[in-house]
């Protein structure tokens, strides 16, 4: 038995370590419900059960999270997330060129400069070329490293607050700010477009 649980991973042990206090919360939950409908009083072990379940539940709940971030980390790490966004680019190629024509001759501040002659043409000549940027942007290895170190900073941040509880020190999220005036008219378009 001890052979087994030496082949064990730290996820897999924590994982076990989780099922065995959930079934054992889940049967002492189960086991005193049928005592009370049976007009019984809970029994002190029953009641010590899910107690020690709770407490144990509340120790390893950190841990298990620090493990799952080790995971995810090592997993994001793999990914090449640029390529991923290039190659959908590419895909919907010519859906984004008629979705930028289409929000820039209906833009009302470009309503004057519209009515110029190859208007059309240099919107789309615009709108290839900066797709094309983006796309050979992405596909450069130096902007996947860029994402690939945003990713792990962010991650290496997130476990160490974990770790030292900075998490636990704070209350509640604050409020969004608020969409600045020079926004507003923005935003209101933006959500009269959704709405249709």
């Known amino acids: 038995m001890s052979a087994w649980l030496e ?8 994982l076990l370590v989780v099922a065995v206090v959930v079934g054992g919360s889940i049967l002492a939950a189960l086991v005193g419900g049928l005592l009370v409908r049976q007009g019984m009083r809970q029994p002190w072990v029953v009641r010590r059960a ?14 298990l999270t620090i493990v799952v971030l080790d995971e995810v980390a090592a997993v994001i790490q793999t990914g090449r997330y640029t390529k991923n966004i290039s190659d959908a680019l590419l895909e919907n190629h010519d859906q984004l060129l ?3 024509a289409e929000k820039v001759r209906n833009d009302p501040n470009a309503r004057l400069v ?33 994402v690939s170190d945003l990713l792990r900073n962010n991650l290496e941040q997130i476990r160490q607050a974990v770790r030292q509880r900075e998490h636990e020190e ?15 008219e923005l935003a209101r378009r933006a959500g009269s477009r959704r709405r249709r």
Do not use: W
């Open 7 to 14: 082949g064990l991973s730290t996820l897999q042990v924590l």
């Open 50 to 63: 899910g107690g020690l379940a709770t407490k144990l539940l509340l120790l390893i709940r950190r841990p």
């Open 98 to 100: 008629a979705l930028v």
């Open 114 to 146: 519209s009515k110029l002659p190859g208007y059309d043409t240099v919107v789309g000549e615009v709108s290839e070329t900066v797709l094309r940027i983006i796309v050979e942007m992405l596909s450069d290895p130096r902007t996947d490293e860029l």
């Open 170 to 184: 704070l209350g509640d999220m604050a409020p969004p700010d608020p969409i600045p005036p020079s926004a507003s």
